[in-house]
């Protein structure tokens, strides 16, 4: 299961003691989902997060708080097709990665993702599989490209 993978590579590479990691492996995962968000300020804070991730400096705690605001006000999509929880887990994806927490963003950002296919989607671990192989080849990348700097 690739959800282990990326848990193994994230410890193995140190992501909870390096900020500018989680930063940029959070940043990675909602820009991938980043057609999911409908909320403007939630696009806003996006670029703030890309921004803050380019200049390699921290995230102001009143943008984090700013964005877990923005996502527990979410009151989904009007859309027929119950794309409204993919915003919804989209915008909780933010919300994590701006707070610095980029594993609990990778997994609001696979459901996110997952769900826009459908809701009969999520009740199937192996949906995932496709989210979670890239969430690690990402990070692999991430560490790889640190490594060589």
């Given at each position: 299961?690739?959800?282990?993978?990326l848990r193994q590579l994230a410890a193995?590479?140190?992501?909870?003691?390096?900020?500018?990691?989680?930063?940029?492996?959070?940043?990675?995962?909602?820009?991938?989902?980043?057609?999911?968000?409908?909320?403007?300020?939630?696009?806003?804070?996006?670029?703030?997060?890309?921004?803050?991730?380019?200049?390699?400096?921290?995230?102001?705690?009143?943008?984090?708080a700013e964005a877990a605001a923005v996502?527990?006000?979410?009151?989904?999509?009007?859309?027929?097709?119950?794309?409204?929880?993919?915003?919804?887990?989209?915008?909780?994806?933010?919300?994590?990665?701006?707070?610095?927490?980029?594993?609990?963003?990778?997994?609001?950002?696979?459901?996110?993702?997952?769900?826009?296919?459908?809701?009969?989607?999520?009740?199937?671990?192996?949906?995932?599989?496709?989210?979670?192989?890239?969430?690690?080849?990402?990070?692999?990348?991430?560490?790889?490209?640190?490594?060589?700097?």
């Amino acid at each position: 299961m690739q959800h282990g993978v990326l848990r193994q590579l994230a410890a193995d590479a140190g992501l909870e003691r390096d900020p500018a990691l989680q930063l940029a492996f959070g940043l990675a995962c909602v820009e991938r989902v980043r057609h999911l968000l409908e909320e403007p300020r939630a696009l806003a804070l996006l670029d703030a997060l890309r921004g803050a991730v380019q200049a390699g400096a921290a995230v102001p705690p009143a943008l984090a708080a700013e964005a877990a605001a923005v996502a527990r006000g979410h009151r989904g999509s009007p859309s027929l097709d119950g794309s409204g929880h993919s915003a919804v887990s989209a915008t909780h994806a933010l919300a994590r990665a701006l707070a610095g927490h980029a594993l609990e963003a990778a997994d609001y950002a696979a459901y996110a993702a997952v769900y826009a296919y459908g809701r009969y989607a999520v009740q199937d671990p192996a949906s995932f599989e496709p989210e979670h192989a890239w969430q690690a080849d990402c990070l692999r990348r991430l560490v790889q490209a640190r490594q060589a700097a």
